[in-house]
T-cell receptor
């Protein structure tokens, strides 16, 4: 396993700009999750993919957020018209089908100025 | 719905002393339980998990946790900590009946600060 990778590791953007993050899961994992972690808090679930199908979205995922996993491999998370409240660490995790443990990437830290 | 409570936001301890990090959960259905560790500016690493079987689970670096169904707890312990154990520790649950998602519900974390 090469592990879950995320790109970029850090992103600084100005309020109102759009940003896109990428996640590459462990190769044989067909489940992919996005979480958001703010300072002093645990990660909070945002959305889940099984292969290319997005099967659940949290109410935290406003209409400015969109996620895709076009071929069931890598995934992207886009935030449009960023706000200062979007500043957080965005974590991606993957798991095998019918396995409950998830493996996390290093995260993308977003700072909105 | 599930929730996880980690009552201690920070636990200071001296090197080579024992430590216990507390985790309690609430759920109307059976759950799987996990401890993750997060070092500064890094993602989360799976430390140990309880899925079924023995209620005492161990990690490769000396941590252990015990699932107590009656007390809805999954406390993490280590008999002798090292400086390198300094990190944030997160307890998480996943419902056995979460449908297709199996999303993790996390506590707010406990910072283990090991002092020389």
């Amino acid at each position: 396993d090469t592990g879950v990778s995320q790109d970029p590791r850090h992103k600084i953007t100005k309020r109102g700009q759009n940003v896109t993050f990428r996640c590459d899961p462990i190769s044989e994992h067909n489940r992919l999750y996005w979480y958001r972690q703010t300072l002093g808090q645990g990660p909070e679930f945002l959305t889940y993919f099984q292969n290319e199908a997005q099967l659940e979205k949290s109410r935290l995922l406003s209409d400015r957020f969109s996620a895709e996993r076009p071929k069931g491999s890598f995934s992207t998370l886009e935030i449009q018209r960023t706000e200062q409240g979007d500043s957080a660490m965005y974590l991606c995790a993957s798991s095998r089908d019918k396995a409950y443990e998830q493996y996390f990437g290093p995260g993308t830290r977003l700072t909105v100025t | 719905a599930q929730s996880v409570t980690q009552l201690d936001s920070q636990v200071p301890v001296f090197e080579e002393a024992p430590v216990e990090l507390r985790c309690n959960y609430s759920s109307s259905v059976s759950v799987y339980l996990f401890w993750y560790v997060q070092y500064p500016n890094q993602g989360l690493q799976l430390l140990l998990k309880y899925l079924s079987g023995s209620t005492l689970v161990e990690s490769i670096n000396g941590f252990e946790a015990e699932f107590n169904k009656s007390q809805t707890s999954f406390h993490l312990r280590k008999p002798s900590v090292h400086i390198s154990d300094t990190a944030e520790y997160f307890c998480a649950v996943s419902s056995l009946y979460g449908g297709a998602t199996n999303k993790l519900i996390f506590g707010t974390g406990t910072l283990l600060a090991v002092q020389p």
